[in-house]
């Protein structure tokens, strides 16, 4: 297995200067807010392995399904009869905090209409995946928070993998999930958090 920090054209760090410390304290608020807790999602990664939070949701959606519905993989979603651009109504919640501050942020350096959902990801200890690409969301940005270097992704170029670790240093990760089948691995005893933005363009 080849290791590198980028792979140029498909995955590789933007240009961002985030406050990491701040943006891991307005998830806390973000939770309290929603009536959550990091002790809360702690007892949930226990049981399964991921866990996700929309921060987009779709339009006629209230209450707590504006974030509870449709945090599924991707493929899930379509089964649902749901589209990734039919998330367009930003979570009421995130106003006035750093978190939204940051998805701005993204929407400017992107610089295309943004269609798709945004997510707080947490994936468990132990988690994994199999390969596959996401043929329907064609640009995704990962914006670590919690990590470690047995947090990684594993792309698949013809016979070839390619490991990649993403380090919660201030970076956003640009990642093109269509042109590399790609896993995620935490094979660490922590749950990994991203923030998780995703567009159809």
């Known amino acids: 297995m080849r290791y590198?920090?980028?792979?140029p054209l498909h995955c590789f760090p933007v240009d961002t200067k985030i406050d990491i410390p701040k943006l891991y304290e307005s998830v806390v608020i973000?939770?309290?807010?929603?009536?959550?807790?990091?002790?809360?999602?702690?007892?949930?990664?226990?049981k399964q392995k991921a866990f996700?939070?929309?921060?987009?949701?779709?339009?006629?959606?209230?209450?707590?399904?504006?974030?509870?519905?449709?945090?599924?993989?991707?493929d899930l979603v379509k089964k649902e009869g749901v589209n990734e651009g039919d998330f367009v109504t930003v979570l009421a919640e995130l106003e006035g905090l750093y978190l939204a501050q940051v998805f701005n942020d993204i929407l400017r350096i992107h610089g295309k209409p943004f269609q798709g959902r945004t997510q707080l990801s947490w994936r468990g200890a132990g988690s994994l995946?199999?390969?596959?690409?996401?043929?329907?969301?064609?640009?995704?940005?990962?914006?670590p928070i919690v990590t470690n270097n047995k947090c990684y992704w594993v792309f698949k170029n013809k016979e070839e993998f390619i490991k990649v670790t993403m380090p919660a240093d201030g970076r956003a990760w640009y990642v093109d999930p269509t042109k590399l089948k790609h896993t995620f691995i935490n094979d660490s005893n922590e749950a990994r958090l991203h923030l998780l933005m995703t567009s159809e363009i």
Do not use: C, E, M
């Not at 973000?30 to 226990?46: A, N, T």
């Not at 987009?56 to 449709?70: E, M, Q, V």
């Not at 995946?129 to 914006?143: C, E, K, L, W």
């Open 30 to 46: 973000l939770l309290q807010r929603l009536g959550l807790s990091l002790i809360v999602v702690d007892s949930i990664l226990k």
């Open 4 to 7: 590198t920090d980028n792979i």
């Open 129 to 143: 995946y199999q390969f596959h690409t996401d043929p329907h969301t064609a640009n995704r940005y990962h914006i």
């Open 52 to 74: 996700a939070i929309n921060l987009t949701h779709l339009p006629h959606l209230t209450g707590d399904a504006r974030w509870k519905a449709h945090t599924g993989t991707h």
